[in-house]
């Protein structure tokens, strides 16, 4: 009994030591908290507009809402929440190293910023899947893009998951522990110095995100590879045949051949018997139709492989930083460091307006109409009419 009563004790010391280590190190003055003020508001104002923006242009431009669309959404929801409550509540305490708002939105802010991160990073393995299935089976995907309910079954399930990974931790940790950990005017998650919690939440919250996103976008690249080599045998044919089509011998085509080779082929051929122009051919729509597919195919690659490396280069510090801190109980690693990484955590919803929504046409053109608004309603009446 003594025994756990030291042990208690030695913890309960060492917390507070933590606590006041950081209290010491965290208070500003002068240009510094005036130039963190600046940054942080100048965050929070990037993140809200941005997101915003996002939600606005689903909106006002209906044909915005298809399936695929609604994830960009609801990632667009989470780094919004981030910047409109997560980080304005966290200023105060990270100037002057001190929490004073109190217990129960200490436990507020905690969920909902666990809750919002996590959301974020389960939407971009959805964006990216639906990526995945876009192209690797497009014809099915297409069909599937008025199904709306579908879409919203995906998101709840986001948000539901996002809230199993850590809320109930947050809320009832030191209820079943029996004591709670954080003093007064601190506020962190009971499980901070957990490491065997954190690298299992980490599981899930990082390293397999990483790992499914990455072979999404692999699994992309390998479709388009095979694809181009395909597209390139194709017209190779194409090419060969092309001197006896313009010739009028009609050679019939290898019984190689697929059904829709001999069509392309075949249209070229009566397109170019019914133009004036002998000497020239006229491309079929399946021939056009392969690279401009291709074309879009390898838009999606090369913005998957963007995803994988802001996403590693957003997360992985944060994670890795916790893992390590709680292992060796905040020993090893100076507070500032693990500060660093987390506003880094952060940064991550200020870019992903512009990674995702802003890299398609459609978002574009919403964007555009949003923003230029009043240029738009004033350009009709500065038309002159007829007879003026």
């Known amino acids: 009994m003594s025994e756990e009563h030291a042990e208690s004790n030695s913890s309960r010391h060492y917390f507070d030591s933590a606590s006041t280590r950081f209290q010491g190190s965290f208070v500003f003055s002068g240009p510094a908290f005036v130039v963190l003020?600046?940054?942080?508001?100048?965050?929070?104002?990037?993140?809200?507009?941005?997101?915003?923006?996002?939600?606005?242009?689903?909106?006002?431009?209906?044909?915005?809402?298809?399936?695929?669309n609604y994830y960009f959404l609801n990632l667009a929801i989470s780094d919004f929440l981030v910047g409109a409550f997560c980080i304005p509540v966290y200023i105060p305490y990270i100037l002057t190293g001190r929490w004073t708002l109190g217990r129960g939105l200490c436990k507020l802010w905690l969920v909902m910023d666990y809750l919002l991160c996590s959301a974020s990073v389960f939407n971009i393995v959805l964006i990216s899947y639906d990526r995945f299935l876009s192209v690797t089976r497009a014809v099915s995907y297409r069909a599937r893009q008025g199904m709306t309910h579908q879409a919203i079954v995906k998101m709840i399930a986001v948000w539901v998951l996002a809230f199993v990974l850590y809320g109930p931790a947050i809320i009832f940790w030191e209820l079943v522990v029996g004591r709670s950990r954080v003093p007064k005017d601190e506020c962190f998650a009971e499980f901070y110095y957990s490491w065997y919690f954190l690298l299992s939440a980490s599981m899930l919250e990082f390293f397999?995100?990483?790992?499914?996103?990455?072979?999404?976008?692999?699994?992309?690249?390998?479709?388009?590879?095979?694809?181009?080599?395909?597209?390139?045998?194709?017209?190779?044919?194409?090419?060969?045949?092309?001197?006896?089509s313009a010739q009028g011998e009609g050679t019939?085509?290898?019984?190689?051949?697929?059904?829709?080779?001999?069509?392309?082929?075949?249209?070229?051929?009566?397109?170019?018997?019914?133009?004036?122009?002998?000497?020239?051919?006229?491309?079929?729509?399946?021939?056009?139709?392969?690279?401009?597919?291709?074309s879009r195919d390898k838009k999606i690659a090369k913005s998957l492989a963007i995803i994988v490396c802001v996403f590693a280069i957003c997360?992985?510090?944060?994670?890795?930083?916790?893992?390590?801190?709680?292992?060796?109980?905040?020993?090893?690693?100076?507070?500032?460091?693990?500060?660093?990484?987390?506003?880094?955590?952060?940064?991550?919803?200020?870019?992903?307006?512009?990674?995702?929504?802003?890299?398609?046409?459609?978002?574009?053109?919403?964007?555009?109409k949003i923003l230029c608004a009043k240029r738009n309603t004033t350009l009709p009446s500065s038309v002159p009419r007829a007879g003026q």
């Open 37 to 68: 003020t600046v940054m942080m508001v100048t965050l929070v104002v990037v993140i809200v507009l941005g997101n915003a923006l996002v939600i606005v242009a689903f909106k006002v431009d209906k044909s915005l809402r298809r399936q695929c």
């Open 208 to 244: 397999s995100p990483f790992i499914s996103v990455a072979f999404f976008n692999l699994s992309i690249y390998l479709s388009i590879r095979r694809r181009r080599l395909h597209s390139g045998k194709v017209q190779l044919h194409l090419q060969m045949s092309e001197p006896a």
């Open 315 to 368: 997360w992985a510090p944060y994670t890795l930083l916790m893992i390590i801190r709680a292992a060796c109980r905040g020993r090893c690693i100076q507070h500032h460091w693990y500060e660093v990484t987390f506003w880094l955590l952060w940064l991550n919803s200020a870019i992903n307006p512009l990674l995702y929504p802003l890299c398609h046409s459609s978002f574009r053109r919403a964007f555009s």
């Open 252 to 294: 019939p085509m290898s019984h190689n051949w697929g059904f829709g080779t001999k069509l392309a082929v075949r249209g070229s051929f009566h397109s170019q018997s019914s133009s004036p122009s002998l000497g020239k051919l006229h491309p079929s729509p399946s021939r056009v139709a392969a690279p401009s597919r291709l």
